[in-house]
């Protein structure tokens, strides 16, 4: 623990702060620093893949979709390898959602099902007839962007 010590004392001297309640001042820099090394370590949602689900109340697709997909979905590989975020058509339109910024060409209809990386777009599925064609629209989407990935967990 001596070295923790001399590291803490050494941080406050350049950072020219004085403690000046001693205990409670290194437990405060502790506190600072802990959270500072835990939010850097953990990854932003804009750094991940994953399928933004565009949707509307009305629309019947999306209704079939959401019976026949939506509860197993993040229970399989490929659920595990695109985490799915579900936004309203009217939010995305309206740009009230952060990831409407990260797509240049329009959505026109729903279901729309776009496969982001970071805030970049690699590829999307326009519309849902059946849970057959969405899974392999889906596993399409996944060959070309991450044929590694996608054959390394499906062994």
Known sequence: MPGFFQAQASLLQR????????LSTVITL???LGFALTSASLPSVADTDQLVYISAPDCTA???????????YSQTLEGRLLPMTRIKLS???AGTHPLSQC???PVVGTP???????????????????????????????????P????????
């Open 30 to 32: 502790r506190l600072l």
């Open 112 to 146: 729309t099902f776009i496969y982001l990386r970071g805030c970049g777009e690699l590829d999307r599925i326009y519309g849902y007839s059946s849970d057959e064609l969405f899974w392999m629209a889906l596993r399409r989407m996944l060959d070309n962007a991450a």
């Open 15 to 22: 950072t020219r702060l004085r403690p000046r309640a001693g």
């Open 148 to 155: 590694a990935a996608l054959s390394d967990l499906s062994h």
């Open 103 to 105: 797509v240049d060409t």
């Open 91 to 93: 939010d995305w339109r």
């Open 62 to 72: 999306c209704q079939q979709f959401d019976a026949e997909v939506g509860p197993s």
